[in-house]
C-alpha cells in the first residue's frame, strides 16, 4: 500500500492508498512550526508509523509540499515553512523511516493526482496548473511526472507576462504568479482603485454583483490567463489541462478564459479541454501516495 503526505504550514495530513487507489485512512496533525525541522521530521515519522500500524503493513512514502525541491540534495528551496528551507529533509526521512522516500512540489502531486484518477483521467499528456496563493504547474505523460533537468518543469507561474509588471519574490518582475494568484488578483483590483483590504474572493463576489472596478480586473485577469497558459499550450500541446487551487472555483475560467486562451495559441481549431480539478482538496496528498506507482515497494 501506498501513504501519502501532505505537508503544509499549518497542518501535516497522512493517506493510505490501497493498491486500486481507494482511500483506506486518513489522519492530519498540526506541523509544529515553531517548535522547528527535528520536531517536523519526528512529526512525519510518527504519522508513517501509525499509518502503517493501522493497515498491518509496510508502505511506500511519497510527500507533497510547497516550494521547489533542490536537485543537488533533496532540500527545499521557497518553502513557506520556512525552518524547512535547505534541510536535506528527503535523506533524513529515508533514513529515519529505513526506506527511500519520495518528494515533489504540490502542483506536480496534484498533476499527477488528477492525470491518474481525477480530471485529467484517460488523456495521454496533462498540464496541470495551481493557482491559489501561488501559481504553478506539473506535467503528466501516460500517467508518468515529468520534472525536467532542472526539476522545474510546469513551474509557468515564473514565466514574465509584463516586464513592468509587480515584483516577484523569486526576484523577478511580472511573473504570471504576480498576476493569476489570489493576492494577484486582489492586488489587481486595489491598484484599479478597489477597496484595500478586498480579496480576490471579494473582487470576484463584486464583479458579479456589477462592480466596475472589479469586473474590469476579472476581465484583466481572465485575459492574462489566455495569454500565460497560451504560451504553455503552445510548447507542450497537452491533451488536458487541469485546474486547481482557489481560484479554479472562478467559473468564468472555462468559458471567457477558454476563449482568451484560443485567442493566442498557434491553432485556428483550438478545443482543448480546459477541466476544473475532480480530486479537490486531496489530490495534493493523493498524488504524494501515487509518486509510487502501486505495484512498487520501497
Ligand atoms: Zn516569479
Not at 486500486?20 to 508513517?48: F, H, K
Not at 504553478?136 to 507561474?157: M, V
Request: hydrophobic share 35%; aromatic share 6%.
Amino acid at each position: 500500500m501506498r501513504i501519502g503526505i501532505d505537508l503544509g504550514g499549518t497542518k501535516t495530513e497522512g493517506i493510505v492508498l490501497n493498491p486500486a487507489g481507494c482511500e483506506l485512512l486518513r489522519t492530519r496533525y498540526p506541523t509544529p512550526q515553531a517548535e522547528g525541522y527535528s520536531a517536523i521530521l519526528s512529526t512525519i515519522v510518527s504519522l508513517v508509523h501509525e499509518l502503517e500500524r493501522s493497515v498491518d503493513e509496510n508502505c511506500t512514502v511519497g510527500i507533497g509540499t510547497p516550494g521547489a525541491i533542490s536537485l543537488a540534495d533533496g532540500s527545499l528551496r521557497n518553502s513557506n515553512t520556512v525552518c524547512l528551507i535547505g534541510k536535506p529533509i528527503v535523506a533524513d526521512l529515508a533514513r529515519e523511516l529505513g526506506r527511500p522516500i519520495r518528494m515533489e512540489n504540490d502542483a506536480n502531486c496534484f498533476a499527477l493526482s488528477e492525470a491518474i484518477d481525477g480530471a485529467g483521467r484517460g488523456y495521454e499528456t496533462v498540464f496541470g496548473v495551481i493557482m491559489g496563493t501561488g501559481v504553478g504547474g506539473g506535467i503528466i505523460h501516460q500517467e508518468k511526472l515529468i520534472p525536467g533537468r532542472l526539476h522545474i518543469s510546469g513551474e509557468w507561474g515564473h514565466n514574465r507576462l509584463e516586464s513592468d509588471g509587480p515584483p516577484c519574490y523569486c526576484g523577478r518582475r511580472g511573473c504570471v504568479e504576480t498576476f493569476l494568484s489570489g493576492p494577484g488578483l486582489a492586488a489587481d483590483y486595489v491598484r484599479r482603485g478597489g477597496s484595500s483590504n478586498a480579496t480576490a474572493e471579494d473582487a470576484i463576489q463584486l464583479a458579479r454583483s456589477g462592480d466596475e472596478i472589479a469586473e474590469q480586473a476579472v476581465r484583466a485577469f481572465l485575459k492574462r490567463f489566455g495569454l500565460a497558459l497560451a504560451t504553455v499550450i503552445n510548447i507542450l500541446d497537452p491533451h488536458v489541462i487541469v485546474l486547481g487551487g482557489g481560484l479554479s472555483n472562478v467559473d468564468r475560467l472555462y468559458s471567457e478564459g477558454c476563449d482568451q486562451v484560443a485567442r493566442h495559441v498557434f491553432c485556428d481549431a483550438f478545443d482543448t479541454p480546459i477541466r476544473k480539478n475532480k480530486n479537490g482538496d486531496s489530490a495534493g496528498v493523493r498524488g504524494a501516495a501515487q509518486l509510487w506507482l502501486a505495484a512498487e515497494t520501497p
